[in-house]
Nanobody, 121 residues
Framework: VQLQASGGGLVPAGGSLRLSCAAS????????MGWFRQVPGKEREFVSR????????YYADSVKGRFTISRDNAKNTVYLQMNSLKFEDTAVYYC???????????????WGQGTQLTVSS
């Protein structure tokens, strides 16, 4: 099972970017998926999660109103649309998936390799 995150890059403050995370090896259409981020020297922090159907979504306060999570179960892919980016959004972004049907999930079982977002001030 692999989660392949992509779409990171260098963006000016106020800009937008969309991250993608494609899963392979198994389908996660019945499972929640999420996004986390980490800055060097700090703990990984939760960004957003989405239910298996895509109806339920939850965001960290720091990104609420600016980020939107979505998924395409036919493509086994989850997305994170990031708007109004701020310097403090700079981090490595990781996607994650749980094998449990529970929502919200208690833990995530699979993690992507991370994609770097750098927001220039």
């Amino acid at each position: 099972v692999q989660l392949q995150a992509s779409g990171g890059g260098l963006v000016p403050a106020g800009g937008s970017l969309r991250l993608s995370c494609a899963a392979s090896g198994r389908t996660f259409s019945s499972n929640a998926m999420g996004w986390f981020r980490q800055v060097p020297g700090k703990e990984r922090e939760f960004v957003s999660r989405i239910s298996s159907s895509g109806v339920g979504a939850y965001y960290a306060d720091s990104v609420k109103g600016r980020f939107t999570i979505s998924r395409d179960n036919a493509k086994n892919t989850v997305y994170l649309q990031m708007n109004s980016l701020k310097f403090e959004d700079t981090a490595v972004y990781y996607c994650a998936a749980t094998t449990s049907s529970r929502y919200p999930p208690l833990k995530y079982d699979y993690w992507g390799q991370g994609t770097q977002l750098t927001v220039s001030s």
